[in-house]
Structure formats: structure tokens, C-alpha cells
């Protein structure tokens, strides 16, 4: 996905389908999904930088390293670094299974590909 990347650590079968858990970066200055929606919650742990996320009834969030964002499912939600530093984060999904979604997120991003935050800090 070049400008941002992930790769899951644990997966549906590792977990007995409980949860699933990735590690996500994001380049400086760059849009991650556009807001959506989807079944699974997530927990968005911040490793390195500041994570700008948007969750439905509470605009957009401005997240350290060191805090994290439970997002439940069914729940609009989207992510973004508009800092000047690349940010991480673990996402740990629940129920397991999140991962069997990437070939059509993969998808989505070839035909819509990251740009530019539009409000760089």
C-alpha cells in the first residue's frame, strides 16, 4: 500500500477467532481510509508518533504515543498521520478474522490511492 503498510501478528487461528492483531505505519502527512464502517471493533494502541483518528459522534482525535482508541464495532471511524513523523500503531480487532478483509482494502487503496493530509501539523 506504500504509504502506509501493515502486518498482522496474530490472525483468526492463532486466537481461536477471538481477535486479530496487526501493526500499521503511516508516512508523514498521509490519509489513511476514508471513514467507514465495518462489524469488527478495534483498539488502536499508538507506538511512535501522533495518530489523528475520527470516530462517529466525537469528530476527529489526536492520539500520542503511549494512549490508545477503542473503537466499537458498526462504529465510523478513520485514521490519519497529519504529522511530520511516521506514526505506528496495533490494531487488535475483535472477533478475529479482521485480516481475511485485506485483499479488498488492498484493492480499494489501488484504485484510491493515498494522498496528502489536508491539514498537516
Known amino acids: 500500500m506504500g504509504r502506509m503498510t501493515a502486518v498482522f501478528k496474530a490472525d483468526l487461528e492463532e486466537t481461536n477467532s477471538t481477535l486479530s492483531v496487526s501493526e500499521w505505519w ?3 502527512n498521509t490519509e489513511g481510509p476514508h471513514i467507514h464502517k ?3 471493533a478495534h483498539l488502536f494502541y ?3 508518533g501522533r495518530l489523528t483518528v475520527y ?4 469528530d476527529w482525535l489526536e492520539t500520542e504515543s503511549g494512549s490508545y482508541i477503542y473503537i466499537p464495532g458498526e462504529t465510523e471511524h478513520g485514521f490519519e498521520n497529519r504529522s511530520s513523523n511516521k506514526v ?3 490494531s487488535i480487532n475483535t472477533p478475529g478474522g479482521f485480516e481475511q478483509s485485506i485483499p479488498g482494502i488492498v484493492n480499494y487503496f489501488n ?4 494522498g496528502d493530509t489536508k491539514a498537516s501539523t
Open 111 to 114: 484504485e484510491n490511492p493515498l
Open 46 to 48: 499508538v507506538i511512535e
Open 38 to 40: 465495518h462489524p469488527e
Open 88 to 90: 505506528g500503531f496495533i
Open 55 to 58: 470516530l462517529q459522534g466525537k
Open 26 to 28: 503511516l508516512e508523514p
